[in-house]
């Protein structure tokens, strides 16, 4: 009878799954076609095949950890002569002169950019390693009149530093090609960094250290622990309790005011948990960086033998660090029992994860930088950003780029079933954005039903239907005509059914208020942030369009520039020539190139450096919605805009007041050869432009929206170490 009663639930829990999973697969499957016949409309098979072909070649990239690199090339061990080094590298070494000339030659041969010496404490060894190492030309030695433990040999080698930073470095490890170059551009990526640690590796590859999580209780943990390196909770720069001391970074001004490692945990054990205590209390943060990568024997040296030798001193020396934090440890510091994936975020104020189609790319597109933008106020406001491509690929550039920024990015296989992912996620999430209908239409059931507890935002980046609308009523095509108001029917379903929707201008959110009163929208436009310095009109000359043709108003306002409205321009000033940029050109606008006075560049890896060149940046789109991102980055360095009504719907800009505004070929010609010649207009809409950006587009106004929805958040929910 028991059973009978305990199976049918059973039984319908797992038809349940089943059902969602299938309606989850038929949904992608059905976006997939949809989106496919979109593009053939707009791109013709040849750009379908390659856009096709790019999403293919990113989903095979499958990143793995290489293996550390243990023989090194046979050489002497030489060290270039440094007057004022970047960073003052710290080997403190007792006895093992083995492992010391191991971790000489890596570092002689590691390739780094910046300047370093290398200043080798010897602890009063009892071997060889006096004479060993007074001959390495380079090699700054000291030794010891008496053994004084780890916590003295770092001080004292501190003390003989000359370099901007100060590099801890165990005798024991092996630094992997471009560990220190990794390791210090952690103090420019995120300059409210105190100290930083190294990845730290076992010799056979696993993972040894992703940075240390302390306890309430004093005790501590390597996050991490045996696994893989290229485990993508592992791979992102992220803050930690304490970073081993085996492989450390400060800046020396910072050491040297906190007084260096603390003489009562002499010998050794806890100095470097006690340091990063100290760093925080500084007001700073101790962060964890994966691409700087260290191979450590762990105890060749010490032992592992916690009741005897030097080691012991790591059970003694636990005692006297709680007692000097016994505060902050109750009242920041997860519980002893705590499971390591919940104790290493005890810092986060929320836990956010980001959905979109592909990871994002700031350099190419303006949606793109919004988003990094986004991410980066979520982060000031203490959130955890974790994000994922709906394609489940890593790019090597672009994920890269974002684990740096601290985001943690997951990809296949790491993944495996992305409901069971979901499933997995669900307690410690407490937001989910998702950028564009396409990409939420298929999740939206699979992720109410997987994340029962976390709110749901849909972030449009513009409202799709209207542009789509537009298309076809310029083009009069039935058929795309059709597919725009089965974007409209979806894009208002999911505005209806999420917590929160975000739009980037006030003219969309009208439209949507107007059909969904009930509906919670809120605006977070495109950020950017004004340049001090803009080069004078008199430096400059030719004008510009930018644009990704992936986006098919880009495509439709380069040959209308080209064909209708540059001729007329040429007619009268043969001297201006006109750049067209973008990648994934097809071949209509490849063609422009041909004409005399058309340049077409593709991407520009510098396209700042190009607009601080040319004297007009023109957005002449005749179909679209939203902000468009061409226009604010151009207006934030300083550059004038000639513009279509359409271009500029939603942003509060005024004809004659931060931009020019013209909708025909003749008059848009016209405006541009007015304001080339004008210096005193072109100064004026600069100026101007700028005030609008600080006005209406920059962090400040974003992170209004940010605070607000953060703000409507329920409070944490019960089970989450806070």
């Given at each position: 009878m028991g059973d009978a009663n305990i199976r049918p639930p059973a039984r319908w829990r797992r038809l349940k799954g089943l059902g969602i999973w299938l309606g989850f697969e038929f949904r992608s499957r059905l976006s997939l076609i949809r989106r496919g016949l979109a593009s053939l409309r707009s791109r013709g098979w040849r750009g379908t095949w390659q856009h096709l072909r790019d999403r293919l070649d990113a989903a095979r990239s499958r990143p793995a950890a290489p293996p550390p690199k243990l023989q090194l090339a046979p050489g002497d061990i030489v060290f270039a002569a440094v007057d004022a080094p970047t960073a003052s590298i710290v080997v403190p070494a007792f006895n093992q002169i083995g492992f010391t000339l191991q971790c000489l030659s890596a570092l002689s041969q590691s390739a780094d950019r910046c300047s370093f010496e290398v200043i080798v404490v010897d602890d009063a060894s009892s071997d060889d390693t006096a004479d060993r190492l007074q001959a390495i030309r380079g090699l700054r030695y000291v030794r010891n009149s008496e053994n004084l433990g780890f916590v003295g040999s770092c001080n004292a080698g501190a003390a003989q530093a000359r370099g901007e930073y100060l590099v801890f470095l165990n005798n024991d490890t092996v630094a992997q090609p471009g560990w220190l170059d990794a390791l210090l551009a952690t103090f420019v990526r995120h300059p409210d960094t105190g100290l930083a640690g190294s990845q730290l590796v076992y010799p056979d590859g696993r993972l040894q250290e992703a940075g240390g999580i302390v306890f309430a209780d004093g005790s501590g943990?390597?996050?991490?622990?045996?696994?893989?390196?290229?485990?993508?909770?592992?791979?992102?720069?992220?803050e930690v309790d304490y970073c081993s001391g085996a492989a450390i970074a400060l800046s020396r001004a910072l050491f040297e005011?906190?007084?260096?490692?603390?003489?009562?945990?002499?010998?050794?054990?806890?100095?470097?948990?006690?340091?990063?205590?100290?760093?925080?209390?500084?007001?700073?943060?101790?962060?964890?960086?994966?691409?700087?990568?260290?191979?450590?024997?762990?105890?060749?040296?010490?032992?592992?033998d916690t009741t005897q030798g030097i080691k012991a001193y790591q059970v003694s020396n636990q005692h006297k660090f709680v007692?000097?934090?016994?505060?902050?440890?109750?009242?920041?510091?997860?519980?002893?029992?705590?499971?390591?994936?919940?104790?290493?975020?005890?810092?986060?104020?929320?836990?956010?994860?980001?959905?979109?189609?592909?990871?994002?790319?700031?350099?190419?597109?303006?949606?793109?930088?919004?988003?990094?933008?986004?991410?980066?106020?979520?982060?000031a406001?203490?959130?955890?950003?974790?994000?994922?491509?709906?394609?489940?690929?890593?790019?090597?550039?672009?994920?890269?780029?974002?684990?740096?920024?601290?985001?943690?990015?997951?990809?296949?296989?790491?993944?495996?079933?992305?409901?069971?992912?979901?499933?997995?996620?669900?307690?410690?999430?407490?937001?989910?954005?998702?950028?564009?209908?396409?990409?939420l239409t298929p999740l939206f059931q699979l992720l109410r039903s997987q994340m029962p507890n976390s709110r749901i935002l849909f972030d449009t980046v513009d409202l799709h239907y209207l542009r789509q609308l537009r298309e076809a009523e310029l083009s009069g095509d039935p058929a795309q005509l059709r597919a725009a108001q089965q974007v409209r029917r979806d894009e208002l379903h999911l505005i209806a059914h999420c917590d929160c929707t975000w739009v980037v201008s006030p003219f969309e959110r009208e439209q949507l208020h107007a059909l969904l009163p009930d509906a919670r929208v809120e605006i977070l436009p495109t950020i950017h942030q004004t340049e001090d310095v803009v080069p004078a009109f008199e430096s400059r000359q030719d004008i510009v369009f930018v644009g990704s043709y992936r986006h098919p108003p880009n495509v439709d306002a380069a040959l209308w520039l080209g064909n209708e409205i540059y001729p007329r321009i040429?007619?009268?000033?043969?001297?201006?020539?006109?750049?067209?940029?973008?990648?994934?050109?097809?071949?209509?606008?490849?063609?422009?190139?041909?004409?005399?006075?058309?340049?077409?560049?593709?991407?520009?890896?510098?396209?700042?450096?190009?607009?601080?060149?040319?004297?007009?940046?023109?957005?002449?789109?005749?179909f679209g919605a939203g902000v468009k991102g061409k226009i604010s980055h151009s207006l934030a360095r300083g550059l004038p805009v000639v513009a279509t009504g359409c271009a500029v719907e939603g942003m509060h800009l005024r004809d004659g007041e931060q931009v020019l505004v013209a909708d025909d070929a003749d008059a848009f010609a016209q405006?541009?050869?007015?304001?080339y010649d004008d210096a005193a207009l072109w100064r004026e809409l600069s100026q101007r432009g700028q005030e609008h950006i600080r006005r209406h587009f920059s962090r400040e106004a974003a992170r209004e929206a940010i605070h607000s929805l953060l703000d409507s958040l329920p409070s944490q929910r019960a089970g989450k170490h806070s």
């Open positions: 943990w390597n996050y991490g622990r045996y696994q893989d390196p290229a485990d993508p909770r592992f791979g992102f720069v992220r005011s906190l007084g260096g490692f603390d003489p009562r945990y002499s010998p050794a054990y806890y100095e470097d948990v006690d340091l990063a205590m100290r760093v925080r209390e500084h007001g700073l943060k101790v962060r964890y960086q994966p691409a700087s990568v260290v191979v450590h024997f762990e105890g060749s040296t010490a032992g592992t007692e000097r934090w016994r505060a902050v440890l109750e009242r920041r510091h997860a519980p002893a029992q705590t499971p390591a994936d919940r104790a290493i975020g005890h810092w986060r104020r929320r836990r956010v994860l980001w959905l979109d189609a592909v990871t994002p790319t700031p350099d190419r597109d303006a949606g793109s930088l919004r988003q990094i933008e986004i991410m980066a106020l979520l982060q406001e203490g959130c955890e950003v974790c994000f994922l491509p709906q394609n489940l690929a890593y790019d090597p550039v672009y994920s890269r780029a974002l684990q740096q920024a601290g985001v943690e990015v997951w990809w296949q296989p790491w993944i495996g079933s992305l409901p069971r992912w979901l499933w997995r996620q669900a307690e410690a999430v407490d937001l989910v954005i998702v950028s564009r209908h396409y990409v040429r007619a009268i000033r043969r001297d201006i020539q006109l750049h067209l940029v973008g990648d994934y050109a097809p071949a209509a606008v490849s063609a422009l190139g041909e004409r005399d006075g058309i340049i077409v560049h593709g991407h520009v890896a510098d396209l700042d450096g190009l607009l601080d060149r040319t004297r007009i940046n023109l957005a002449p789109l005749r405006s541009v050869l007015r304001l």
